[in-house]
């Protein structure tokens, strides 16, 4: 947590505060212009360097989420995401903590002492509120209410990634009908690696050079990655025009 200290904005919600940013000024068919990234990334931070690590990659429900933060300014989104992710971690222990009194709140303090836990929270990631969303899941699961708990897993979509083997699990453990929620099929497909390395592959390829700044700018629309990332998963010979 020092880093923080030292630096509010050096972690990767700055990524996504740049995204809303853009998203604001120029649209969301924007988020992805690296032009735009690096000019907004160079006021915010005039003396850290620009490089492949500080490019917004997610898909666009994360900036979604992290929009109405951003009214607070760049260090007010950054402290307000944490004290959700510290809220998110006693959530996630209140819900799926074993045991009863003095030995449940261990596992409360133990979390707060591990080091992937405070790295995690060091950068300001999204791992804490996944955290959440899977323990209330599971909960939900427990309790017989698969598709209230598969609408809760959808929330995942901010971060898929960190799901990738879950609905393995899940149909694995008989619990198919947690899948079978819209919104959880849609995170499962934005979790998938097909889907993940087509949105990559579209986002690095230049589609204009930059008249102001002689600069390659790399720039999607959210409607273009759906569609190619369909073309990918179904096998079609040829790309969509």
Known sequence: MLPLRADPLANDLT???????????????????????????????????WNDGAWFTPAPPYAWLVFPLTLLGAAGAVYSWLAISLLSLVAAW????????RARVLWLLGALAWYPVLYGLSLVQP????????????RLGESRRPFLAGAVLGLSVIKPQLVLVLPVV?????????????ISR????????GERVTSCRVITSPTRISAKSGRRDYRI????WRIRAKWRTTGTSRSPT
């Open 127 to 138: 791992g804490l509120v996944m955290t959440a969303i899977a323990a209330v899941a599971w």
């Open 221 to 224: 629309t959210w409607r273009r």
């Open 94 to 101: 209140w819900v799926a903590a074993p045991g009863q009194g």
């Open 170 to 182: 899940l149909l694995t453990a008989g619990r198919w009908r947690i899948l079978r929620s819209p």
């Open 15 to 49: 990524q996504v505060y740049i995204a809303v940013s853009i998203a604001r000024d120029h649209g969301w068919s924007h988020i992805y212009s690296l032009v735009l990234q690096q000019d907004l990334f160079e006021r915010l931070r005039p003396h850290a360097v």
């Open 186 to 193: 849609a995170a499962s497909r934005m979790s998938s690696p």
